[in-house]
């Protein structure tokens, strides 16, 4: 897929020194005795994919809902290139691109007359959104199945279409909730090459999914949301290095019944990351030769049939900070 957003020369140069296309500060949502949202704080920046990530009922929806005006915040201030939102939404909303995580598409109708409405709408005058109707499906390798009707599309080439209906008038900062939710690998692989050619474009991006590794492949910084709140965020490689340098231990064996709080010296020189039936999770608590780890291990009161060293992932982080994976 290439690129159809037009941005001046340079506009993706160095993400940190650029002021945020979207800051959020201490924002808040309540439904009722419900926390939906609390005190979450981040910022976007010109040319950078921001990941909001976290398991489904996280926050992630209704964060990106008060960002794109459709809820009212409890508390907390959004702004979009540097205006307040609640001082003038339609000027911030000229500036965005929505690509919720259910489709927003006319199934009766064709691609490309899906694609010109939602630029209609957007402001494009007729013959602007046709010119980049055509544009925009070439983008998105859909330009032999223009004039076929959404409903005969499979669910990648619909979440393709619903992607760049959000990016028809050329926004400033793309708000992805979920968008490679239900489709195969394949089709999940060509939307999140469309996403990482947006970075190039100098486009802020805020990316919600609960899968880590679009995170991992995608993101220059991520936050991690559970429970309405924001537990860490940082690069990939400053969240990993959150459980140290020792790296992940997964011991395999018969670990049903098990009871690791109650082994001598496993709490003061390991964190238990994860306990299941068949697996055990550490992290060393202090930089140790690995080997040394590797024979205290095998040493517990269970056997271990199998144990890997691995790299932290953002799931072991996200277990770190929550007590659970990012999928429960």
Not at 25 to 30: E, N, P, V
């Amino acid at each position: 897929m290439t690129s159809v957003l037009s941005t001046p020369p340079g506009a993706a140069g160095s993400i940190a020194a650029m002021s945020p296309l979207l800051q959020v500060d201490h924002l808040s949502k309540a439904y009722g005795p419900v926390r939906a949202v609390e005190d979450i704080s981040f910022a976007v920046r010109p040319g950078e994919i921001y990941g909001l990530l976290g398991p489904n009922g996280a926050g992630k929806t209704t964060t990106i809902s008060m960002i794109c005006g459709l809820l009212q915040p409890d508390g907390g201030r959004i702004a979009v290139a540097g205006q307040a939102l609640a001082a003038d939404p339609q000027a911030a909303k000229r500036l965005m691109g929505v690509v919720p995580q259910e489709l927003a598409l006319y199934e009766e109708l064709s691609a490309a007359e899906n694609l010109e409405f939602w630029g209609r709408l957007a402001g494009l005058d007729r013959r602007t959104a046709r010119a980049r109707t055509a544009e925009m499906l070439a983008a998105l390798t859909l330009s032999d199945r223009a004039k076929d009707p959404v409903k005969t599309f499979s669910g990648g080439m619909k979440r393709r279409v619903n992607l760049g209906c959000a990016l028809l008038h050329r926004p400033r900062l793309i708000l992805l909730d979920e968008p490679t939710v239900g489709i195969d690998p394949q089709a999940r692989l060509n939307i999140l090459e469309f996403v990482h050619g947006l970075r190039a474009d100098g486009v802020g991006v805020l990316y919600t999914t609960h899968y880590l590794e679009e995170a991992e492949a995608l993101c220059d910084r991520i936050g991690i949301v559970d429970h309405g709140r924001m537990h860490a965020e940082g690069t990939l490689r400053e969240l990993q290095d959150r459980l140290g340098d020792q790296g992940i231990f997964v011991l395999e064996g018969a670990w049903a019944g098990a009871q690791p709080d109650t082994w001598p010296g496993l709490r003061e020189h390991y964190r238990v990351l994860s306990h299941t039936d068949r697996q055990l999770v550490v992290a060393a608590l202090s930089e140790r030769d690995p080997a040394d780890c590797l024979r205290e291990l095998l040493a517990l009161p269970v056997r271990a049939e199998n144990v890997t060293l691995k790299r932290p992932s953002l799931n072991d982080v996200f277990l770190q900070l929550t007590g659970r994976n990012l999928r429960e």
